[in-house]
């Protein structure tokens, strides 16, 4: 991560202005001006807005300027552009669609342009975090208002009226005295010409105006090339003269090439070379593994030779990792007092003297994200320039790593984004683009590296791999009166920095330290885990093995008490309030300002109350089915879901219906959200039903869709509700939408086995658990 | 040398005849619309049609396919209006889209087989398609889109 380049971070928020040149390259015309010096202004928060967000404060922050994003052609065509990656979650439609609102512009006259990696120019680009809305809903309103305030004010300049008495509807401007109209295209050139407007004096169209933000009704603007097989994804960028290479990786992370022969590899047809790929020593970062590349004429051919190679390897010093004993050792650190990260009360003491003490232990393996489409990307260096066409969440990111790893200059280097083929985490790691300019440095030809799948498996970033144990004491009447909750993890921070054995407060604040219950006497440790190969992030981290064991722990104390697992749930999380996290030292807030975001237990609430209305909690089903609820906030959203199962006596689990309800405060594309939340069941199933790797002797068991298998569509759940909980006023600022819909599907899952069988399920994944 | 036609053309390969057709068509030929997900024939990502039947390229072979007729999601229909196509574009259907051509290619040759398939002949037909991003309700609401009209 570049936070430490992030200039915006120490000098906060104050607006100031600066100069930059515009490169040559600038995809833009910028209203009609091109090139030369453009006066930026970089980083503006809102004052005149109701909240603020952490966007400030990543890398290079925000730029709010009209000339970056926004071009309009004489024919009249509105080019906007997207500057965050889309993998799915409909972020290039979705960005540009609120700038389009703002400007009036018509949305079928728009074209979109996707932005290459340049966070000076159009600021922070990291598409994670299911920040983007978040953080950009304010700036692109700002910058559609900026670019409509530059054309009004160019078609009043030309009518000699005041700019107060014209306004943009629909792409033109209109002066209704008069009757007079001119079109935007018309008025381009003029509008360039226009001094930004500050962004204190922007009039915001009023939300009851909304053509398109709220509505739902865009297609994605991918939507024509993606059935017709034109859409362009990391794997089909084709350059003239461009080789294909496979690249064998040290099987056990950390582990270093001692010596290849690859005679065999070369009799294959098409087989043109076989060399080294450097590696990094342990903790890797981002970079490389290394290993031994076979570069062919086409991806078949290098595939091939690639599995003809005979390597030896030094495995170094993960060579044991094992997971079945890996998981005693996370068990055992959990039954031990650990790191204490959140205290109040006296946990220790009012377990003592509860009149019950309730303990789950829930274990969660490591997972691949396994994106449909496996990491590849395409390099071409030349002396010291590097172009690089790659399916990345972090276009600035992999440019600075680009650099680095070249030892050039930044400016050196162009990273294209294609589309990205899922993401989930993955492909904010940028090994992949790292080892094809390597590769391409060395050939002095543009090379494409192709992973297979079993490359996917065996070398990701893993989620990581868990023990939560709770403890849960009740008074004599049934009331939970303290709470401990450790949970032992090897830390993402691993990956960067060795000898890592704790969690990052970033992790530790995803289900443990904002945990929202209203409960007297509450404690959570961090017992120590070091990792033995890499971890990551995965679609809502370190909040899946939190909810599981959370919410899996309500319905489990509702059972031994005898109570309604929802009415449980409210009860828990108690009365509406602001959640009061004074006891915890660094209470991370997904980078969130508290004041805009806090714990709100009055949403958490309101999610439960309307997915068991919607959903039908507490409706008789079926013999061998039964309903599982759980609630939870990531993301600085509120999901609730409830899921009904059935299971058959061979134990054959099936799903006929889900209902989730979520919070997430504004929102801008209700159809997207609805497709995201779809999706994060079947993730979620998936997970749950299927998902772990395992090692042993240091080396994934795993390797492709046969043992690690997801969920197929003859399995997903029959039908799926999602009901969008509107915000509670115009300035609730908007949350997270992409990864939060995970978390608590896993849980309701097993709460709803245990509802339709008696069966508690504590370790996933469930796998052959129901077949007794 | 073997001989194939590939969304009517002709294409010639002296190359390794065991290459698997996947990559001739993505790599030797250019029409990168089918996707590669597995290699194994475990995610249908690679989905083409040869002679009228749903194949998957990565297994198929380039000799495999000497003398047959193969339609990828380039070929399926001229102007992109085939059926499925429109279904898919009026439910919405895709998230990332890389698994789409595959799914989409498999839903035509399911058609041209059954034209009204029922749902659980949807979920069997397309079960070796697999959508990480999770669009399965679509997907099938979309098949039977196309093959319904509602
Ligand atoms: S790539 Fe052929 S079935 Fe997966
Ligand atoms: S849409 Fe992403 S894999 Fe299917």
Redesign the pocket.
Known sequence: MNILTNPNKLRGFEKHIKVENVSRRSILKSLGLAGGFVLAAPVMMRPSFAYETGAGKMPHGVVVDPRVFVSIAPDGIVTIVAHRSEMGTGVRTSLPLIVAEELEADWSRVRIQQAHGDEVKFGNQDTDGSRSTRHYLIPMRQIGASARTMLEQAAAKRWGVPASEVKAVHHEVVHSASGRKLGFGELAADAAKQSVPSIEGLKLKNPKDFRYLGKGEIGIVDLHDITTGAAHYGADVRLPGMKYAVIARPPVTGGKLVSFDGAEAMKVSGVEKVMEVKGWPWPSKFQPLGGVAVIARNTGAAIKGCNALKVTWDDGANAKYDSVAYRAELEAAARKPGLVVRKEGDAEAALKSADKVIVGEYYLPHFAHASMEPPVAVANVKGDKAEVWAPVQSPGGTREDVAKTLGIPEENVTVNVTLLGGGFGRKSKCDFALEAVLLSKELGVPVKVQWTREDDVRHDFLHTVSVERIEAGLDKNGKVIAWRHRSVAPSIASTFAAGTVHQAPFELGMGLIDNPFEIANMQCENPEAAAHTRIGWFRSVSNIPRAFAVQSMVAEIAHATNRDPKDMLLELIGSPRIVNLSSVKDPWNYGEPYDSYPIDTARLRKVVEVVADKGGWGRSVPKGHGLGIAVHRSFVSYIATIVEVAVDDKGKLTVPRVDTAIDCGTYVNPERIQSQIEGAAIMGMSLAKYGEITFKDGKVQQGNFDDYPVLRIDESPGITNVYIVPPATPDTPPSGVGEPGVPPFAPALINAIFAATGKRIRAMPIGKQLEA | MVKLKINGQERNWDGDPDLPL?WFIRDEVGLTGT?????????????VIMDKQAV????TSVSDAAGREVTTIEGLHPTGDHPVQKAWRQVNVPQCGYCQA?QIMQAAALLMDNPKPSHDQIRESLS?NICRCGCYQRIENAVHLASTGV
Do not use: D, E, P, V
């Not at chain 2, 996707?35 to 989905?47: M, P, R, V, Y």
């Not at chain 2, 998957?56 to 297994?59: H, L, N, S």
């Open positions: 996947l996707k590669f997900g597995c290699g194994q024939a475990l995610c249908g990502s690679c989905t998957r390229a990565c297994i595959g070796g």
